[in-house]
């Protein structure tokens, strides 16, 4: 079941921790989640569980299933917090019903759970408030940047297989997937060859190029024209990888 796109919010790698919490209160949106074991959502509204499901290996959970299954997983330990992501979207009020409306019908709406019962929902600070523990220097203006350059279509900043900021006009849930999926193929091909780490990949059609590069604790991935020019775009990727490092 495909719910609305909403908007990016940033990565969550442990949505129990108070400060996530404490965002979740006035949250209005899904979470979508992917782990080892499989992937689905959580639609959540003023620190509110009203609807989830979730799909493994073992079977598909939904409604109250759902939440105690993804909930009683544990992921206290160091491999299973590299296992389990969570990416927040925020929704407007339409996109809000079409959800809800979507997960009723699929019969996945729970019981009124709040994220935190002893807790009276707070006002969000602005609109655009979103979290990304992963990263703290998501910066829509560098993507800007390289949205400026000839021949540039989209770009986006991705972790694990989620888009976390995008500008263009592209699938980003599409393209963040298959990018993870270059970007572990990538690696794992020169780490066999005695290689390295690849500092930067890219593939190349008739028609486009498609470039990976790191930034931070996230990856870049740009998709251009067939005629860009990857040495410019080069220096200007390097320029920018080096401000990330001069904040670490």
């Not at 796109?5 to 965002?23: F, L, N, S, W, Y």
């Not at 992921?75 to 979507?102: C, I, P, T």
């Not at 572990?184 to 990976?212: C, S």
């Amino acid at each position: 079941m495909k719910l609305p796109a909403g908007r990016q919010g940033g990565v969550v790698i442990d949505p129990k921790k108070e400060d996530v919490i404490q965002h979740l209160k006035a949250f209005r949106g899904v979470i979508n989640i992917n782990t080892s074991r499989g992937k689905g959502f959580i639609l959540i509204r003023n620190g509110e569980l009203i609807a989830a499901f979730f799909d493994d290996k073992e079977g598909v959970y939904r409604a109250d299933a759902a939440v105690r299954y993804i909930m009683d997983y544990p992921g206290d330990d160091a491999d299973n917090q590299h296992q389990q992501h969570f990416v927040m979207r925020s929704y407007s009020e339409e996109e809000y019903a079409e959800s809800l409306k979507k997960c009723t019908r699929e019969g996945l709406v729970i019981e009124i759970i709040p994220v935190d019962k002893s807790a009276t929902p707070l006002q969000p600070k602005s609109t655009d408030m979103a979290i990304s523990h992963m990263s703290p220097r998501v910066d829509e203006s560098i993507l800007k940047k390289l949205m400026c350059q000839p021949g540039v279509i989209a770009v986006s900043a991705f972790y694990e297989g989620f888009p976390v900021l995008s500008l263009g006009e592209a699938d980003f849930e599409h393209v963040a997937a298959r990018a993870e999926d270059f970007l572990r193929t990538g690696t794992k091909i020169a780490q066999d060859m005695n290689l390295g780490q690849p500092g930067q990949l890219i593939l190349e059609t008739e028609e486009n190029k498609f470039i990976i590069v790191p930034w931070g604790d996230l990856f870049l991935c740009i998709i251009t024209r067939a005629d860009a020019q990857l040495g410019l775009m080069r220096v200007l990727i390097r320029s920018i990888q080096s401000v990330v490092e001069s904040e670490t």
